[in-house]
């Protein structure tokens, strides 16, 4: 005799109100879209890393401006605001680059297994929290 096991939900059409609070993402679905949103966050904070790069080579009096900007701030923000939307820079810019290097070689290898798919994106998602977890600390000056 086999065993009837009961049918698997499947999901076409998400209901933003219904299905959404029980639609588990697997985790490769999570590093896609975070490669998104972290693409999206750095084209929006472009101009800051412009003038970042400018105040940061221009000239002496340009880097003091530079510095001055994470110790005194900017403009009406304060100095651990810009220290924060560096770290949003610096976790986008990892997590984009771990991500892209991974779909790359996903596209390179054709290794399409469900599980590869969850160790990398695992892998993925700590070696770019780990990162930002380290030049965080030295850039709010913890060493």
């Keep these: 005799m ?4 009961k ?15 029980t639609y588990r993402l697997p985790l490769a679905g999570l590093v896609s879209i975070l ?4 693409g ?3 084209f929006l904070l472009l101009p800051f890393i412009i003038w970042l ?5 221009s000239s002496e009096i340009s880097f003091g401006q530079f510095s001055a900007a994470f110790s005194a701030g900017l403009w009406i ?10 770290l949003a820079l610096i976790w986008s810019y990892l997590h984009h ?12 290898s054709h290794r399409t297994t469900k599980e590869f798919g969850r160790h990398s994106a695992a892998t ?9 977890l380290i030049l965080g600390a030295k850039l709010f000056g913890l060493y």
């Design 2 to 5: 086999s065993e009837v096991s």
């Design 77 to 86: 923000f304060p100095g651990w605001f810009v220290k924060l939307v560096v």
């Design 124 to 132: 993925v998602l700590v070696a770019s929290i780990a990162l930002t």
């Design 53 to 57: 790069f400018d105040k940061s080579i």
């Design 35 to 38: 490669h998104r949103v972290s």
């Design 40 to 42: 999206f966050l750095m």
């Design 7 to 21: 049918p698997r939900p499947q999901y076409r059409n998400l209901n933003l109100f219904t299905d959404v609070r």
């Design 97 to 108: 680059l771990f991500a892209g290097v991974r779909h790359l070689y996903l596209d390179v």
